[in-house]
């Protein structure tokens, strides 16, 4: 740190925020999701007197009683966890599972600690690690740190996905740019084993060294200064003894699980990556974590003399051994199939330790015996000519052997003793035989040692090994006058699993290939023959890849029938392989929650629970300490595999309350003190176990108790899956009392258990916030919702709801100066709040907030407060400081203000000083963004129409590339939002998303949709999706309806923009100006009422600059009004019509009109049945139309270029030279050119 010290009270804070955030996107570790839970369950109100505890515990120097004290909360845990699972005879290929063939193959050792101690863990990497990392981050790609990892914002370590994809595309990349120039290339792929298992950290030495010299480079206090070394001196006692608790051998591992971990495992390793890069030299060197990729020169390779199938044992020999960067080796089991560790691992450097290693290979393996006696042989002879009688000797004796028995096993010993006498001659082979040896079993393999890590000389060292796995190693020869065909697959390939997550799922595709994606089949050969077939195996990244993107789809829509989709899932999942599969229980349950399909879930819990109880496991090939009996493991991973559903199952029902209300409906109360759980919690463990006791299982070893408590514990600390969410930020928004009425974030209702009748009363459109609070003590929308809601319940319910009317009475002083019904984000939500927030949900969160109050969305308050929000939510006060310069100041003042109200009532003086203030922002306005414009021109004078100005994203392009959307908007759809059950089928989504792919892949900047055609519900993924790949949308949403009869139409605009390294999108809703006669005509007839123009209304149009274009929509039937398509003559290059309309021929010409008139471009999108959708110019008639298109019964898109920088570089021209050039007709009489020239930045 610089200068003064930071308060260490406000660092813990911050350290924990970060953890929060840390664990809410680690989707593995649900035990440290309850830790969070837990601690805030117990603290929400009192974290910062937490925080000052764990100050004084830290300055105190009683820090390691965090771990010592392992009370009734236990603080320190080992979980243990599947890392693998394998399948008795791999031989069969069978289409059922037999939960007896399945047994845990590896298992993982998670680090289950206190969350105070994990506090400091961050604590750690805030204070040291950048300065750690400094010592090794030129060679490494994964774990890193976020540059300004002290600021009080959720960022710790950069994402791991575009850290993983760069560290592989790098190197794919120079591969490919060395076979354009011809030359040979060869990549190289390690994987070193077990890494975290393997370690021994040297903390006595020298990690502490390095430490010490940090902290005293540091300009901090003498106070501040041993607070570090407490806090260092902490990390090493908790790794101590993890270690100690999984390993009977004085090494320090690294614990999973604890967050220091992934920046030790860096520097653990990173004098051997500065050897590699002394040593070899090679043109690419990174490694991410513990996977190493190398790019070398090919030339000094000599073709001749190594062949393609020696490449891989020359390189190793040649660059890496002779290096002395790694030491040959070969691995043994244990016959009782322990885990291959130190014990049994041989060098083969000494007479004694070949001798050893012979002796452990059992008698009946004469081939391996056969194969290491040849190996010595040749050495002896190219080394040791005096012993040409003895190898003939040996060569009559044993070449014909196939068994071998107790006597001849013995002399071959012998023989061996003898010939390893001669210590060149073992020298030779550890450098050079050992890489020829034969192992034709499972029970031995090859790997080659790191020998920087070797540390023997240190006496109480146990020997950590870290080796490469020689069955990992993978070398690649591209060849320069090669074929182009592998690495161009291999780059397509992986641009497919990008487009995976990039695009947006298309639901029936998606579906038509889940057999063919998630079960491999491998062949030996061609496909045509059924013997070739040698495995089918289920892909744990394509079931990932399905589930993710099947659940993104079904959050969007009203699920459609997906039985065969749901019974695939349901397989692979009541079958014991789902042990295998743990880390995806959560999706497997979202995704049948979604699809209302309860009942699945609950036969999945149980299935699963049944798999646990009858798991089996090989006996110690994990035990790292041989300390615990195969009973006593297996127990352990019982234990925690039961911990780990309970919780994924409670993470799914914080979602979702319906999943047990039948439960809580009907179910038997039984003993609810009994062990301190409440009523509901022991209905749903009566239900729940009333299953598992049909399978079988005994009650008294579950562990499902309490579920209801903790689901509400998940959704109080708001640490539950938030992309299921149907409304955004809703979430934020619990309170206390909210445990009172069941929730559905994923429709975003709020309903009483016996209220399902009026979805008017429960649903509204999904839109905005439910009437269910008026009876649940939350401020009421307004009278007439509450009578709404009184007549519900009191016409089924009545004796049930009496206190109704009283709890409202009770209510009404506190909301005397507040008719709103609004549900606010809570402090602590805002304070600790687990993810980035995008923008775009804070400004969809304040448009529902104003929707829910039956107001109109316009001008930009709601904008400015999702800034305000975005920026306090995410902790972005101090990488957000001038973006008020940037962006606020072009969108905070509408160009024409209302004049002053002359009225003396209170309300009107708080209206005056309001407006007061915002014409000081608009003459500043005027004098920066407007400072040269004319303002005697109409668009400034006018005094009926606010024109919105929102600037966004400064990268100008000189060309752009519109689609146009030629879809049909279907009457039924229209219909149907105006009886406000919107159609969200997921064949209307599906082509949405095709739509939206399309655009995106065929590098458009602006996409434009027809007026009324996509519905609410789906703005937050659209602009998502405008944010994610920088598109701008322009679409009419569906009518409105809000729940006091208002029915409106708004056009919406959606611009990206990035900040530093933050993306974000900004909404521009605009309600329709000028409804047409029909539709007045429809809502009208649905008994609806049309926004009312009131005394001080004004019209509302928005005035966009996105990358250099500035442009302006306007909504169907406001373009016949010539006054108000006039506006921006001179302003604008681009106009866009979102239109719904039969006029085709007046529109035509309107458009063609409008485009000479205001000299720009034009571009009218219709519904595709109507058509005559177009990009046009102000050009000749020849040349007027860049794309035109109507019809046709499938939605499509067309993209269109418009040349910005030609139009304006014409409009800057003088009559006379205008009229010589053809690009373009001349400019109408009275254009302004030097507001072409101002928007241009050239000199008037």
Not at 282 to 304: A, S, T
Not at 792 to 808: L, P, V
Not at 871 to 880: A, G, L
Not at 967 to 996: A, G, I, T, W, Y
Request: aromatic content about 12%.
């Amino acid at each position: 740190m610089n200068g003064k010290d930071d308060d260490l009270k406000d660092l813990i804070r911050r350290a924990y925020k970060k953890l929060k955030s840390f664990s809410y996107y680690e989707n593995r570790n649900v035990f440290l999701k309850k830790r969070i839970v837990d601690f805030e369950k117990k603290y929400e109100y009192e974290l910062d007197k937490k925080f000052e505890e764990l100050e004084f515990i830290i300055e105190s120097g009683n820090i390691e009683e965090l771990i010592e004290n392992n009370g009734p909360e236990k603080n320190f845990m080992i979980r243990i966890l599947p890392k693998s699972i394998q399948h008795d005879d791999d031989a069969i290929i069978s289409n059922s599972i037999n939960e007896n063939d399945y047994f845990i193959d590896k298992v993982m050792y998670y680090l289950d600690i206190c969350i105070e101690a994990q506090i400091i863990g961050v604590l750690w990497i805030m204070l040291l690690g950048k300065d750690i990392e400094k010592t090794y981050d030129k060679n490494t790609a994964g774990n890193e740190l976020e540059d300004n990892i002290l600021r009080d914002n959720l960022s710790l370590f950069k994402p791991y996905y575009t850290q993983y994809s760069k560290w592989r595309d790098d190197a794919v990349n120079l591969v490919e740019k060395r076979m354009d120039d011809k030359k040979r290339t060869i990549m190289m792929s390690l994987d070193v084993k077990e890494y975290f298992y393997s370690t021994n950290i040297d903390f006595k030495n020298k990690f502490n060294d390095e430490i010490k010299a940090i902290i005293k480079k540091k300009n901090a206090s003498y106070t501040r200064r041993k607070a570090y070394e407490k806090i260092n001196n902490f990390i090493e006692k908790v790794i101590e003894k993890y270690s100690s608790e999984i390993s009977k051998d004085k090494r320090n591992l690294l614990p999973i699980g604890f967050l220091p971990s992934p920046i030790l495992c860096n520097w653990y390793l990173k004098d051997f990556d500065t050897e590699v890069i002394k040593k070899i030299n090679p043109l690419y060197y990174k490694r991410y974590i513990d996977d190493i990729i190398l790019v070398f020169n090919g030339d000094f390779i000599d073709y001749e003399d190594v062949k393609n199938d020696q490449l891989e044992g020359y390189l190793l020999n040649k660059l890496f051994c002779e290096n002395g960067l790694f030491r040959p080796a070969l691995m043994i089991g244990k016959e009782d199939d322990k885990e291959q560790d130190i014990e049994n691992i041989y060098e083969l450097n000494t007479q004694e330790d070949i001798l050893k290693f012979i002796k452990k290979v059992k008698r009946e393996n004469i081939h391996l015996k056969k194969s290491f006696l040849n190996e010595v042989i040749k050495i002896l002879r190219k080394y040791d000519s005096s012993k040409k009688d003895l190898i003939k000797q040996i060569e009559n004796k044993y070449d014909y052997i196939v068994y071998s028995d107790w006597k001849t096993d013995e002399q071959m010993r012998k023989i061996l003793r003898e010939i390893c006498e001669n210590k060149e001659v073992v020298t030779r082979f550890s450098k050079e035989g050992i890489d020829n040896v034969k192992l034709d079993n499972s029970d031995f393999k090859k790997i080659f040692l790191i020998s920087s890590l070797l540390n023997k000389d240190d006496k109480n060292d146990s020997g950590a090994k870290v080796c490469i796995q020689d069955e990992k190693i993978r070398v690649y020869d591209f060849k320069g006058n090669g074929s182009k065909a592998i690495i161009d697959n291999f780059k397509k390939e992986l641009l497919e699993n990008a487009s995976a997550f990039k695009f947006l799922p298309e639901k029936n595709q998606l579906i038509d290939s889940f057999d063919r994606n998630v079960y491999k089949i491998s062949y030996k050969d061609n496909l045509s023959k059924l013997s070739n077939m040698e495995r089918a195996k289920i892909s744990r990244y394509e079931i990932s890849k399905f589930l993710a993107s099947i659940i993104y789809s079904d959050k969007l829509e009203n699920s459609e029938d997906t039985k065969d989709v749901d019974e695939k899932i349901l397989w692979i999942f009541k079958n014991p392989i789902a042990i295998e599969f743990y880390f995806l229980w959560n999706k497997v349950f979202i995704y049948y929650l979604l699809n209302k399909k309860y009942k699945y879930v609950k036969d999945i819990f149980s299935s699963i629970y049944l798999s646990i109880e009858n798991l089996e496991v090989k006996q110690h090939k994990y035990n790292l300490n041989k300390l615990k009996t195969r009973r006593e493991i297996k127990n352990l991973i019982r234990r925690d595999l039961r911990e780990y559903l309970k919780i994924v199952l409670s993470m799914t029902y914080s979602i979702n309350d319906e999943l047990f209300l039948e439960s809580l409906k009907c179910g038997q109360e039984g003993d609810s003190n009994k062990g301190g759980f409440s009523a509901e919690d022991s209905k749903i463990y009566n239900e729940l176990i009333k299953d598992l006791i049909g399978k079988g299982i005994n009650p008294k070893r579950t562990n499902i108790k309490g579920i209801f408590t903790l689901k509400e514990e998940f959704r109080r600390s708001n640490m539950f899956n938030h992309s299921i969410v149907h409304q955004p930020l809703m979430n934020y928004c619990y309170r206390k009392y909210d445990k009172d009425v069941p929730i559905n974030y994923i429709t975003n209702v709020g309903m009483l258990p016996d209220i399902k009748s009026d979805m008017r009363c429960f649903k509204i459109n999904n839109n905005y916030y439910e009437c269910f609070a008026c009876i649940n003590n939350i401020k009421c929308m307004d009278d007439a919702d509450y009578e709404i809601c009184k007549k519900c319940i009191n016409k089924k319910f009545k004796k049930e709801n009496k206190d109704i009317k009283k709890t409202r009475d009770d209510n009404q002083n506190s909301r005397k100066n507040d008719d709103e019904c609004l549900v606010e984000i809570t402090d602590f939500h805002k304070n600790f709040n687990p993810r980035y927030v995008h923008l775009h949900e804070c400004i969809l969160f304040y448009i529902n907030q104003l929707m829910a109050r039956g107001k109109i969305v316009s001008g930009e308050m709601e904008i400015k407060k999702g800034i305000e929000l975005f920026k306090v939510i995410n902790n972005f006060s101090e990488e957000f400081k001038d973006i008020e310069s940037k962006f606020l100041n072009a969108i905070n003042m509408p160009i024409q203000m209302e004049e002053g109200n002359s009225s003396g009532s209170e309300e009107d003086k708080v209206r005056n000083v309001d407006e007061n203030e915002e014409r000081k922002k608009k003459e500043l306005f005027e004098c920066t963004h407007l400072r040269y414009f004319n303002k005697n021109e109409y668009l400034f004078i006018q005094k009926d129409i606010n024109i919105n100005y929102i600037e966004a994203n400064q990268n100008r392009k000189d060309k752009f590339k519109i689609a146009i959307v030629n879809m049909n908007v279907e009457e039924d759809n229209l219909k149907k939002s105006f009886k406000k059950v919107p159609n969200l089928e997921s064949s209307r989504l599906e082509n949405l998303n095709k739509l939206l792919n399309y655009s995106v892949k065929n590098n458009a900047d602006m996409i434009i949709f027809p007026e009324v055609s996509i519905p609410m519900q789906w703005l937050d993924v659209i602009a998502k999706f405008s944010e994610n790949h920088d598109i701008a949308i322009v679409c009419g949403l569906e009518h409105v309806i809000y729940e006091n009869g208002l029915c409106c139409n708004y056009i919406v605009t959606i611009l990206p923009d990035q900040y530093k390294e933050y993306k974000y999108a900004v909404i521009k809703l605009r309600l329709k100006n000028h409804y047409s006669p029909n539709e007045k005509e429809w809502v009208q007839g649905y008994g609806w009422k049309e926004p009312q123009k009131e005394k001080n209304w004004k019209k509302e149009y928005d005035l966009f600059r996105w990358k250099g274009v500035d442009f302006s929509t306007f909504s169907c039937f406001e373009l016949a009004n010539i006054k108000d398509r006039s506006l921006f003559c001179s302003y604008v290059d681009l106009l866009i019509g979102s239109v719904h309309n039969k006029d085709v021929n007046y529109y035509s010409n309107v458009m063609e009109s409008l485009s000479r008139d205001v000299h720009c471009y034009f571009a009218h999108v219709n519904y595709s049945r109507m058509g005559d959708n177009r990009i046009i110019k102000p050009a000749s008639t020849n040349e007027k139309n860049i794309l035109q298109i109507s019809g046709g019964i499938n939605d499509t898109v067309l993209i269109g270029e418009i040349d910005v920088a030609s139009l304006r570089e014409f409009q800057c021209l003088d009559y006379n030279l205008q009229i010589a050039d053809k690009r373009f007709k001349p400019v109408p009489p009275e254009f302004n050119r030097n507001n072409v020239k101002v928007r241009c930045n050239l000199p008037l």
